[in-house]
């Protein structure tokens, strides 16, 4: 079965700090990989997205996540986090070949930013 | 607006009471979802329609009904709620089912949060 797994489940950082959040998928075939942001009280929210072309995907507010097919990973990136940032962040994936255009979410990621 | 909206955003109820959650989106999208979110385990998905009068098992449906009998409206029933289905419950809605570019990308609803006592 087709799984995405986030390895840290919790981030605790100062602002500032350089953000990475790993992510791996199970499986292979054609891929659609998403990245949801969660603030607190609040629905799920797209970051960004990757459907085909440049692996390294710019999305809103300053992150970006990079496609390494051969190692099936999707991991986000961010500079410099803000106390904004405080969030929980969830990895997707869609197989194309898959039935039913199931989206499967990794557990996320709890992030906390320190002013 | 484009939005998909649930309702109730909360609700507590009682083991073996019927409730239904109710999905709208205004998109005219082909494609609703249901999720649960638990902690440490992330969004999965208890039903999917493809489009109208289609729909199907994901991959936690024990104990939920859906039905699609309009394009906008995808409700979740739980006909005998128990306390293992306490959760925060998304619908989702995106374009189309198939082909790559903006198909793909899928909407979500404010959620709404179940207990069952």
């Known amino acids: 079965a087709q799984s995405v797994s986030q390895h840290n489940h919790h981030v605790i950082l100062s602002e500032a700090a350089s953000l990475e959040l790993g992510c791996n998928y199970s499986?292979?075939?054609?891929?659609?990989l998403f990245w949801y942001v969660q603030y607190p009280g609040q629905h799920l929210q797209l970051l960004l997205k990757?459907?085909?072309?440049?692996?390294l995907v710019k999305g809103i507010k300053g992150f970006e996540a990079e496609f390494i097919k051969s190692k099936f990973s999707f991991n986000l990136r961010k500079p410099s986090v803000q106390w904004s940032d405080t969030a929980e962040y969830f990895c997707?994936?869609?197989?194309?070949?898959?039935?039913?255009?199931?989206?499967?979410f990794g557990g996320g990621t709890r992030v906390l930013v320190k002013p | 607006e484009a939005q998909v909206t649930q309702n109730p955003r909360y609700l507590i109820t009682v083991t073996g009471k019927k409730l239904t959650v109710t999905c709208s989106q205004n998109?005219?999208?082909?494609?609703m979802s249901w999720y649960r979110q638990d902690p440490g385990l992330g969004l999965r998905q208890i039903y999917y329609?493809?489009?109208?009068?289609?729909?199907d098992k994901g991959d936690v449906p024990e104990g939920y009904k859906v039905s699609r009998k309009e394009k906008r409206n995808f409700p979740l029933i739980l006909e005998s709620p128990s306390p293992n289905q306490t959760s925060l419950y998304f619908c989702?809605?995106?374009?189309?089912?198939?082909?790559?570019?903006?198909?793909?990308?899928?909407?979500f609803g404010p959620g709404t949060r179940l207990t069952v006592l």
């Open positions: 989702a809605s995106k374009q189309g089912t198939s082909g790559f570019v903006s198909y793909n990308e899928q909407f």
């Open positions: 499986y292979g075939g054609t891929v659609n």
């Open positions: 990757y459907f085909s072309g440049d692996p």
């Open positions: 997707a994936v869609i197989s194309l070949e898959a039935a039913g255009n199931k989206l499967t």
């Open positions: 998109m005219n999208h082909e494609y």
């Open positions: 329609s493809m489009n109208v009068e289609v729909t």
